[in-house]
Every structure is written in structure tokens, then in C-alpha cells.
């Protein structure tokens, strides 16, 4: 299958502990976009990609979110110092085409 | 602000009937692309179909078509001969640029056998 994955599927942790998420894009797609998704609402974005560079970051990704895409493949999501309002899923999507992206099945985050 | 919004937060419909919800949005540009993305239960989001602004012809794929109103900023899916995989969270999305998608806040469809 070579469609965007991501992992974990599933993390559960603690108030205050930090987290990572990765996400593998389609191999031929440059763009990479991150988004948040709560129960019952639709998907916000949270930051993008055009190879390594990150281009936007939305008001949503406050300074304890980090995101990364080291020699433009692979990209991290980090949240630091976790707080139970970011229990949420968090997709990851890429893109070569200029508007069509792709979804990754998500990891879903539980903060207790 | 770009915005788009879902009026029907849930429908429900017998299989093999046709159901059609609705989507509006609001900018100022005039070349951008809307899209239905479909999102079934604990699995991941996948296009149901795409519309180019600049195209005046509705898009349709298979079972799925569009009604694109530019005008009105009204962009409706319409779903023929439903079937019981048709059942999940259907998103309309905006997207101007090579950039950021929005959302609406999603319908919930449930096909009843």
C-alpha cells in the first residue's frame, strides 16, 4: 500500500507529558499538511509543507507544537507539556498535484 | 476569512434513494476548487469528487455529482441509487491556492437498508 501512513494509530498519555506523532507521505508528493480534528467537527489545519520548508503555521499551533520535515520526506508533529484540550485526532494529508491531498488514517490523541 | 458551512448536520435515507447535501461558502477570489470528502466510521477521509471554480460544468463521478452554483457560493452532493457503504461523515472543503483546506463542520449520512 502506498498511501500516506501514520503512526501511532492510538496514543494514550498523561497531562504534562510530551508526545510525537510521524507521518510518511506518498513517496512522490512534496507537500505536507497537518490538521486536528475533534469529535463531531470538521478538520483544522495546523501547519504545511513544500518539501523541507514549512510555509504556513495556523493560529491553532500554539509554541508547545513543533513540526518538522527533515530532508523533506518523513514529517514529526510534537506536543509538549500535553493538556486534555488537545485530545483530538490528528490527520496528516500530502499532495503533489496542486490542490488534491491525500489523507492518512490519523493518530488519535487521548490525554487524561 | 474563507468559511464554509454544512447546514444539515445529520440526514438519513433509504438504500437506493437519492439524497443531496448542501454546502456554502463565503470568499472574495474567483479561482479556487471545492470538494467532498467522505469520511466512513474509524476509517480515514477519502475524495468523493472535486469541482475547478473556473469550470462551469457540474462534476460527477459515477454515482456522484455536483451541483455548483458560483453565483450563490452554494456547491450541493448529490448521491444516486445509495448504497449501505455510502453511510459516514461527508465534508465539504475549500481550498484556494496550494494551501490550506476548510472544512465544514461535516453532515453525518445514514443509509437504512
Known amino acids: 500500500d502506498t498511501g500516506v501512513s501514520q503512526d501511532p494509530r492510538h496514543k494514550i498519555t498523561k497531562r504534562g507529558q510530551n508526545v510525537t506523532f510521524r507521518c510518511d507521505p506518498i513517496?512522490?508528493?512534496?507537500?505536507l499538511y497537518w490538521y486536528r480534528q475533534t469529535l463531531g467537527q470538521g478538520p483544522e489545519f495546523l501547519t504545511y509543507f513544500q518539501n523541507e520548508a514549512q510555509l504556513e503555521k495556523s493560529r491553532l499551533l500554539s509554541d508547545r507544537f513543533s513540526a518538522e520535515r527533515p530532508k523533506g520526506s518523513f514529517s514529526t508533529l510534537e506536543i509538549q507539556r500535553t493538556e486534555q484540550g488537545d485530545s483530538a485526532m490528528y490527520l496528516c494529508?500530502?499532495?503533489?498535484?496542486?490542490?488534491?491531498?491525500?489523507f492518512g488514517p490519523g493518530t488519535r490523541l487521548t490525554v487524561l | 476569512a474563507q468559511t464554509v458551512t454544512q447546514s444539515q448536520p445529520e440526514m438519513s435515507v433509504q438504500e437506493a434513494e437519492t439524497v443531496t447535501l448542501s454546502c456554502t461558502y463565503d470568499?472574495?477570489?474567483?479561482?479556487?476548487?471545492l470538494f467532498w470528502y467522505k469520511q466512513p466510521p474509524s476509517r480515514q477521509m477519502i475524495l468523493v469528487i472535486r469541482q475547478e471554480a473556473y469550470k462551469q460544468q457540474n462534476a460527477t463521478e459515477n454515482r456522484f455529482s455536483v451541483n455548483f452554483q458560483k453565483a450563490a457560493k452554494s456547491f450541493s452532493l448529490k448521491i444516486s441509487d445509495s448504497q449501505l457503504g455510502d453511510t459516514a461523515m461527508y465534508f465539504c472543503a475549500f481550498i484556494q491556492g496550494a494551501q490550506k483546506l476548510v472544512f465544514g463542520q461535516g453532515t453525518r449520512l445514514t443509509i437504512n437498508p
Open positions: 494529508a500530502s499532495s503533489l498535484l496542486q490542490n488534491e491531498q491525500f
Open positions: 513517496s512522490e508528493h512534496n507537500r
Open positions: 470568499t472574495s477570489e474567483n479561482n479556487y476548487y
